[in-house]
Antibody, heavy 118, light 109 residues
Framework: QVQVVQSGAEVKKPGASVNVSCKASGYTFANYYIYWVRQAPGQGLEWMALINPSGGSTYVAQKFQGRVTMTRDTSTSTVFMEVSSLRSDDTAMYYC???????????WGQGTLVTVSS | EIVMTQSPGTLSVSPGERATLSCRASQSVGSNLAWYQQKPGQAPRLLISGASTRATDIPARFSGSGSGTEFTLTISSLQSEDFAVYYCQQYNDWPPEITFGPGTKVDIK
């Protein structure tokens, strides 16, 4: 059974960084991209970035370049996303999702709520 | 960036009725278009990919059509569990330029 399970909620102060993890199971980790999508409270979906676990190459949407970094640990089938220089408008639910290449995403994590507040 | 628009913003439908949701891209995305359903407090659920291919376990009452810049999601006979927000998403090939529409809320009339 394919699963992607995310780390728990975080509360951060403005200017800090947050690290969110996404652990995959039930499939060959290297064969599927992991996307990151966020959703501010009451708002729509916003695609942020992706990582190819096979080799670790990444692509970050222009809006987030310089603030978003992704890594992966193949030994634990886990992807990590760090968002730095947090602002109040980064408060959102952050989702990871699995995809076959550049495509739709059939498997989503449960979401990680990141709250940025002084 | 390819901008996705959806109409209407809200669609009020009675159970058993047909719902037609529209999605438009600012430039051609071919068939690289997906539809998602999201209910409150839940992650999005993939309904349709490749503009018209239903995802695993998605009921046949959901269908997608279109190509290029104009796309449609049709729910043939709305069930109570279908009241939700629906998003379209386009996904270009490399470099990836993935964008979502603002969503259409389907609520009970």
């Amino acid at each position: 059974q394919v699963q992607v399970v995310q780390s728990g909620a975080e509360v951060k102060k403005p200017g800090a960084s947050v690290n969110v993890s996404c652990k995959a199971s039930g499939y060959t980790f290297a064969n599927y991209y992991i996307y990151w999508v966020r959703q501010a409270p009451g708002q729509g979906l916003e695609w942020m970035a992706l990582i190819n676990p096979s080799g670790g190459s990444t692509y970050v949407a222009q809006k987030f370049q310089g603030r978003v970094t992704m890594t992966r640990d193949t030994s634990t089938s886990t992807v990590f996303m760090e968002v730095s220089s947090l602002r109040s408008d980064d408060t959102a639910m952050y989702y990871c999702a699995r995809s076959v290449g550049i495509s739709a995403t059939p498997n989503w994590g449960q979401g990680t709520l990141v709250t940025v507040s002084s | 960036e390819i901008v996705m628009t959806q109409s209407p913003g809200t669609l009020s439908v009675s159970p058993g009725e047909r719902a037609t949701l529209s999605c438009r891209a600012s430039q051609s995305v071919g068939s690289n278009l997906a539809w998602y359903q999201q209910k409150p407090g839940q992650a999005p659920r993939l309904l349709i990919s490749g503009a018209s291919t239903r995802a695993t376990d998605i009921p046949a009452r959901f269908s997608g059509s279109g190509s290029g810049t104009e796309f449609t999601l049709t729910i043939s006979s709305l069930q109570s569990e279908d009241f939700a927000v629906y998003y379209c998403q386009q996904y270009n090939d490399w470099p990836p330029e993935i964008t979502f529409g603002p969503g259409t809320k389907v609520d009970i009339k």
